[in-house]
């Protein structure tokens, strides 16, 4: 499988794309998933407490991550972002993350956080960058 060129929250591509803009509560890198804490900030995503609002994509990639005194981040919810996937995934793949934000297949007991509508492009190896569609912000747990 060959690995796209990109970077980890760079938006992929010009499909249209939406985003919002959310205060942090706790660092968050690029690229990582974000939910929405029990505080009404944004996090990273673990799946555990938080509803899923997007996918962190900085104007500037480049930033290690936002501090948590009440910065704002770029979040895009729907349109193309590259991502930093844990393991092999393939085109058309559901999109899943695990308790530590890290992106993969869906439907595994790893990766159990499935983005609803959220899809791979084309494969990438384990440890590649991967183009995630996203076609909303819903999210559901396996």
Same mark, same amino acid.
């Given at each position: 499988?060959?690995?796209?060129?990109?970077?980890?929250?760079?938006? &992929?591509?010009?499909?249209?794309?939406?985003? %919002?803009?959310? *205060? =942090? +509560? @706790?660092?968050?890198? /690029? !690229?990582?998933? $974000?939910?929405?804490?029990?505080?009404?900030?944004?996090?990273?995503?673990?799946?555990?407490?938080?509803?899923?609002?997007?996918?962190?994509?900085?104007?500037?990639?480049?930033?290690?991550?936002?501090?948590?005194?009440?910065?704002? &981040?770029?979040?895009?919810?729907?349109?193309? %972002?590259?991502? *930093? =996937? +844990? @393991?092999?995934?393939? /085109? !058309?793949?559901? $999109?899943?993350?695990?308790?530590?934000?890290?992106?993969?297949?869906?439907?595994?007991?790893?990766?159990?956080?499935?983005?609803?509508?959220?899809?791979?492009?084309?494969?990438?190896?384990?440890?590649?960058?991967?183009?995630?569609?996203?076609?909303?912000?819903?999210?559901?747990?396996?």
């Amino acid at each position: 499988m060959a690995n796209a060129i990109g970077v980890a929250g760079q938006q &992929a591509t010009m499909t249209p794309a939406t985003f %919002v803009s959310e *205060t =942090v +509560a @706790a660092d968050i890198a /690029a !690229g990582l998933p $974000v939910e929405l804490s029990d505080n009404n900030a944004c996090k990273p995503g673990t799946g555990s407490v938080g509803t899923f609002i997007g996918i962190h994509c900085p104007a500037v990639v480049g930033h290690k991550a936002l501090a948590d005194d009440n910065e704002s &981040a770029r979040l895009i919810q729907q349109g193309d %972002v590259w991502v *930093t =996937v +844990a @393991a092999a995934v393939s /085109a !058309g793949d559901a $999109v899943g993350y695990s308790s530590t934000g890290t992106f993969a297949k869906a439907a595994t007991s790893t990766y159990p956080n499935a983005i609803t509508g959220a899809y791979f492009v084309h494969d990438a190896d384990k440890d590649g960058v991967a183009l995630v569609r996203l076609n909303g912000v819903a999210t559901t747990s396996l």
